[in-house]
């Protein structure tokens, strides 16, 4: 089975920090995701990124940039973390057409 | 633009009792249609999904769901609930790109 593993289950991250949150796939998919979850709105894609050093923004990238130097790891940056950031964030890699595999999420609070 | 509806943000239902959980989506294009699950603490595990063909498309723990192209809807089922089926279930819609748009999310309890 395809794994996504984050590196962190919970962060609490105080405002101003830069933060990282990494996202590791074990299956050599091309394609990988990270998503924002809020309650009522659902999951909203921030950005995403077909190989390694291409990324592409997704619906809501304001605040956030990305890094993939290698395949399998795609990682998440708050370059200046905001409380209006506090929230669940996915990652997610793909195959095919839509075949995704979710990591666990990361549950961020910046206090 | 592209969207995807979920009407009902909280859904309970009895122990043994049917459920539909409703789902619209706007998309210019032939949909391809997805139901996800979420349990707590757990991340996004895939129910089912619709590409083409037969309308009424099965996918694990029993769930069913049926592709109404005239209603633009995609609405799960399940004949009898169970309480393990507590949990978020998200519906969303592929497009172009391998991108999926989901719903808000409805979470169901389910009553003993």
């Known amino acids: 089975d395809v794994k996504v593993t984050q590196s962190s289950r919970y962060l609490v991250k105080r405002t101003g920090e830069k933060v990282f949150l990494e996202c590791v796939q074990d299956?050599?998919?091309?394609?990988m995701f990270w998503y924002r979850q809020d309650p009522g709105l659902g999951l909203r894609l921030i950005y995403f990124?077909?190989?390694?050093?291409?990324?592409e923004k997704g619906d809501i990238p304001e605040g956030y940039s990305v890094s993939r130097e290698k395949k399998e790891r795609f990682s998440l940056i708050l370059e200046s973390a905001s409380t209006n950031q506090t929230s669940m964030y996915l990652c997610?890699?793909?195959?095919?057409?839509?075949?995704?595999?979710f990591g666990s999420g990361t549950r961020l609070t910046v206090v | 633009a592209q969207s995807v509806t979920q009407p009902d943000i909280h859904i309970t239902v009895s122990e043994g009792a049917s459920l539909e959980l409703r789902c619209n989506y706007s998309?210019?294009?032939?949909?391809?249609l997805f139901w996800y699950v979420q349990s707590p603490g757990q991340g996004l595990q895939l129910l089912l999904k619709y590409f083409s063909g037969d309308t009424l498309v099965q996918g694990i723990k029993g769930f069913e769901a049926e592709f109404k192209r005239s209603q633009s809807s995609f609405n799960l089922r399940k004949p009898s609930v169970h309480w393990s089926d507590a949990a978020e279930y998200f519906c969303a819609v592929g497009v172009r790109g391998g991108k999926l748009i989901f719903g808000q999310g409805t979470e169901l309890s389910v009553k003993p």
């Open positions: 997610a890699s793909k195959t095919g057409n839509y075949g995704y595999t």
């Open positions: 990124s077909y190989d390694v050093k291409m990324k």
């Open positions: 299956m050599d998919h091309e394609n």
């Open positions: 998309y210019g294009a032939t949909p391809y």
